[in-house]
């Protein structure tokens, strides 16, 4: 179906022509006359048609739209090709601007660090509502500053002559770019009283008669001059001179002694750049009609535009769709005789002819002709119109995964039973796929098209909130269409997790252990265990019950526990989860370990008791996890044992080597002094190895000990201690006076000394008793009661006098 919508053709206005020169000047605010020989101006304004009290009207002085931002870049660019070495022109000017609110005078203006000049212009001209192209004749008229290929800082530094009287020196609040546009903007308003001000400026008030001079010497007289609108009295208020006959002769040259030049300047730069002072620059727009033929998945725009300005200028063209601006643009320049014909002098290539694909439904199209040289932008119309769609079909949907996203959907072109392009942006970023997944329901649905149009795509992301859009290229007619938009959130890597928990020395290894799973997966995964840059393969597939409750999910098999090869000597060791689907491998911890080898070591100690002597200690070789031999010489004689009792306390040491490395022999020898030493024996490299020595004595079976006497009165006081070899039990004690026995007690008493001397006995050892003895001189006697073998020992004698 193919639908035409056909729009009235519009009128032709009137136009003007414009010529422009560069020049290049000093002036105050009065402005000095130019010699155009010298700056290559052509004064083409007609001076006999200015107005003293009609300079420019209201309705173009404070027309704010006659200029785009972009349109006075562009016009300044065009009036200087390039600048002169070490100087900046107009052009490309920047000033620092400032933020300042709304007044009776000037709407907000937003400030910047760095503003172009041309910025600058726009934003004042509408937060102030002046005429941007005012504000450019007033930069040129005031300081050349438009065509100027080698302006001073100076010249920028007072640009519009703002707070710069004739009569005085400038005022400093004034200077700088920025402060001189919008402080002389603010001032042309000011001038008008608007409401919530005082009413200070009342001379030169529109409908009145006043006399005007012609020069700031009063001696050059005036003329009476009524002022018809408030635009012309705010030039008289910021220039307070009118040109005189001799002025308006020389055009842009100099007049007589009593010439003044500023608002003939004005008139002149004004109607040769923008046309006519009294004419609103709507009037010099773009004209012109058009039809929109809708067909599936297009629209093609017909019709025609001209601009009085410039005849034969083939103008741009934009389109907005359903808002969108500058949604497309084209020239019109297609043969349209029959609109040469109705508008001779433009030619025939003014003509309307473009197509555009779109999207099916229900859209509003609006056509906007640009202007070119004075006027403004036109819009011509805008349409509604009913599009049947030809772009691709189809839609997508997420599911959130550890370390990313299932991009899952379907998407066909009825222009072709190939697979889509598919183009999926994340966070702005584009990849390109191809939707052939196999998708048997779609291909149900759209007969004759084949199965293969499915998308299945996993995209890897960082944990974090995403963005995520899908296109279906578009082939043939219509556009390119959006699947479906997803904002995701990754709460999790996809990276394997896990520990290295320990790495244990063994002779001629390592033992490692830890665990380590995929999120991503139930199966177990592979360890790659480093020392250096040699990798072993380990499966962590071994149950664990103890990992983290919130991988329960996942299953217990991923635990690892294997050996891995290593040389004498330290070694690093890092492991690294393998991982599966999104993420990548990841470092489960790293450890360091020394292997040892060579000769047994470890160590000895001795005690003693009646008859024997108990050897306790350990000894290990590092090249075996076996119990090793111990040569035990007493006396030089040697003996043979193995250190393989249970010493919790080694394997917790050495915990690659176990606790069955302990030693626990007793000898029994004779009463005496001894020397003991005892050898570990050596398995593999090294050799047998010295575990230590020492030098004791095995004591008798008899008690020993030893008491003294104190005497009060006739109490006699016996302490002491005693031990017997045979026991830890305290043992009896006789006492004898004159050979006669006078006490029986027991050594039972605790003595601390001896108990930190005999520690194997523990301190219940001590004597004190007391008993009654007739005066006269005695020998007093104590004797150990032997238990086990041995005999009774004399403890002490001692003689004493009781009186």
């Known amino acids: 179906m193919i639908t035409v919508i056909a729009i009235t053709l519009a009128s032709l206005g009137s136009s003007a022509s414009a010529v422009a020169g560069d020049v290049h000047r000093t002036a105050s605010t009065s402005s000095v006359a130019l010699d155009p020989s010298a700056t290559g101006l052509v004064a083409t304004a007609?001076?006999?048609?200015?107005?003293?009290?009609?300079?420019?009207?209201?309705?173009?002085?404070?027309?704010?739209?006659?200029?785009?931002?972009?349109?006075?870049?562009?016009?300044?660019?065009?009036?200087?090709?390039?600048?002169?070495?070490?100087?900046?022109?107009?052009?490309?000017?920047?000033?620092?601007?400032?933020?300042?609110?709304?007044?009776?005078?000037?709407?907000?203006?937003?400030?910047?660090?760095?503003?172009?000049?041309?910025?600058?212009?726009?934003?004042?001209?509408?937060?102030?509502?002046?005429?941007?192209?005012?504000?450019?004749?007033?930069?040129?008229?005031?300081?050349?500053?438009?065509?100027?290929?080698?302006?001073?800082?100076?010249?920028?530094?007072?640009a519009m002559g703002q707070g710069c009287p004739d009569t005085a020196a400038c005022d400093t609040r004034y200077y700088g770019f920025f402060n001189q546009v919008y402080g002389a903007a603010w001032q042309l308003k000011r001038y008008a009283n608007p409401p919530g001000t005082s009413q200070y400026f009342t001379w030169y008030a529109p409908g009145k008669t006043w006399n005007v001079r012609w020069h700031p010497n009063a001696g050059c007289g005036s003329s009476p001059v009524t002022i018809v609108n408030q635009a012309t009295a705010d030039l008289y208020y910021y220039t307070p001179y009118q040109p005189n006959a001799a002025a308006l002769r020389a055009g842009y040259g100099e007049g007589d002694s009593c010439s003044s030049y500023g608002n003939r300047n004005f008139y002149q730069y004004f109607t040769d750049w923008f046309g006519s002072t009294q004419t609103a620059s709507a009037e010099r727009s773009p004209f012109g009609g058009y039809n929109l033929v809708v067909e599936r998945g297009q629209v093609t725009v017909q019709g025609w535009a001209l601009d009085p300005d410039?005849?034969?200028?083939?103008?741009?063209?934009?389109?907005?769709?359903?808002?969108?601006?500058?949604?497309?643009?084209?020239?019109?320049?297609?043969?349209?005789?029959?609109?040469?014909?109705?508008?001779?002098?433009?030619?025939?290539?003014?003509?309307?002819?473009?197509?555009?694909?779109?999207?099916?439904?229900?859209?509003?199209?609006?056509?906007?002709?640009?202007?070119?040289?004075?006027?403004?932008?036109?819009?011509?119309?805008?349409?509604?119109?009913?599009?049947?769609?030809?772009?691709?079909?189809?839609?997508?949907?997420?599911?959130?995964?550890?370390?990313?996203?299932?991009?899952?959907?379907?998407?066909?072109?009825?222009?072709?039973?190939s697979p889509l392009a598919v183009h999926v942006y994340v966070d702005g970023v584009a990849s390109a796929y191809t939707a052939d997944a196999f998708r048997p329901d779609v291909g149900r649905v759209y007969p004759g098209y084949g199965d293969n149009h499915g998308i299945d795509i996993s995209l890897p992301l960082a944990v974090g909130k995403h963005a995520i859009c899908t296109y279906g290229i578009n082939v043939a007619r219509g556009v390119n269409n959006l699947l479906g938009c997803h904002d995701v959130d990754v709460t999790a890597s996809g990276d394997p997790v896990g520990a290295l928990e320990s790495v244990i020395a063994q002779p001629g290894g390592i033992q490692v252990k830890g665990w380590a799973l995929d999120p991503n997966t139930h199966a177990s995964i592979g360890v790659h265990v480093y020392r250096g840059s040699a990798a072993t393969a380990l499966d962590a597939s071994a149950a664990r019950q103890d990992l983290p409750a919130k991988y329960a999910d996942l299953g217990t098999a991923?635990?690892?526990?294997?050996?891995?090869?290593?040389?004498?000597?330290?070694?690093?060791?890092?492991?690294?989860?393998?991982?599966?689907?999104?993420?990548?491998?990841?470092?489960?911890?790293?450890?360091?370990?020394?292997?040892?080898?060579?000769?047994?070591?470890?160590?000895?100690?001795?005690?003693?008791?009646?008859?024997?002597?108990?050897?306790?200690?350990?000894?290990?070789?590092?090249?075996?996890?076996?119990?090793?031999?111990?040569?035990?010489?007493?006396?030089?004689?040697?003996?043979?044992?193995?250190?393989?009792?249970?010493?919790?306390?080694?394997?917790?040491?050495?915990?690659?080597?176990?606790?069955?490395?302990?030693i626990d022999a007793t000898f029994d020898l004779s009463a005496g002094r001894h020397t003991l030493c005892a050898y570990g024996i050596n398995t593999a490299a090294g050799s047998n190895a010295l575990l230590g020595c020492a030098d004791f004595v095995v004591p008798s079976g008899s008690p020993f000990g030893g008491t003294d006497v104190t005497v009060s009165g006739r109490d006699v006081r016996l302490r002491g201690w005693s031990i017997d070899p045979d026991t830890a039990a305290p043992i009896p004690v006789h006492v004898y006076v004159d050979g006669i026995g006078a006490a029986l007690t027991t050594a039972g008493v605790t003595r601390k000394d001896v108990g930190a001397a005999y520690p194997a006995y523990g301190s219940n050892h001590g004597i004190d008793t007391t008993f009654v003895v007739e005066p006269g001189n005695h020998q007093i006697c104590s004797y150990a009661i032997n238990t086990g073998p041995g005999a009774n020992t004399l403890l002490a004698c001692q003689s004493v006098t009781i009186r």
């Open 310 to 417: 410039q005849p034969s200028a083939q103008l741009t063209v934009t389109l907005a769709m359903d808002g969108q601006a500058d949604w497309a643009r084209f020239t019109a320049n297609s043969s349209r005789p029959d609109v040469g014909a109705a508008y001779p002098g433009y030619g025939d290539h003014h003509g309307m002819e473009s197509t555009h694909q779109i999207s099916g439904g229900d859209h509003t199209v609006c056509v906007t002709v640009r202007n070119v040289g004075l006027g403004s932008d036109k819009q011509l119309g805008c349409s509604p119109i009913s599009v049947e769609s030809a772009s691709p079909q189809g839609g997508t949907s997420a599911e959130m995964l550890a370390g990313g996203v299932r991009l899952t959907g379907w998407t066909l072109d009825l222009d072709t039973t």
């Open 558 to 662: 991923h635990g690892f526990d294997g050996r891995i090869g290593a040389p004498a000597g330290k070694s690093q060791v890092c492991a690294y989860g393998l991982n599966t689907g999104f993420g990548s491998n990841s470092l489960l911890g790293c450890r360091t370990v020394t292997v040892m080898s060579g000769s047994p070591f470890g160590g000895i100690d001795v005690t003693t008791q009646s008859g024997s002597v108990r050897l306790r200690g350990w000894t290990i070789d590092p090249d075996t996890v076996d119990a090793i031999p111990v040569h035990v010489y007493i006396d030089g004689k040697p003996q043979a044992i193995t250190a393989e009792a249970q010493r919790g306390d080694v394997g917790a040491v050495y915990p690659g080597y176990g606790p069955l490395h302990g």
């Open 46 to 158: 007609d001076l006999t048609k200015f107005q003293a009290g009609n300079i420019i009207s209201d309705a173009v002085f404070f027309d704010k739209t006659t200029m785009s931002e972009a349109q006075i870049q562009t016009f300044l660019q065009g009036k200087v090709g390039s600048c002169q070495a070490g100087y900046t022109c107009l052009k490309d000017w920047y000033d620092t601007s400032r933020t300042t609110t709304a007044d009776a005078m000037c709407g907000a203006y937003s400030g910047g660090v760095r503003e172009r000049a041309s910025t600058i212009i726009h934003k004042v001209a509408q937060a102030c509502g002046i005429n941007p192209q005012v504000i450019l004749v007033m930069l040129q008229k005031e300081q050349g500053l438009v065509t100027h290929t080698w302006p001073s800082d100076w010249r920028y530094t007072i």
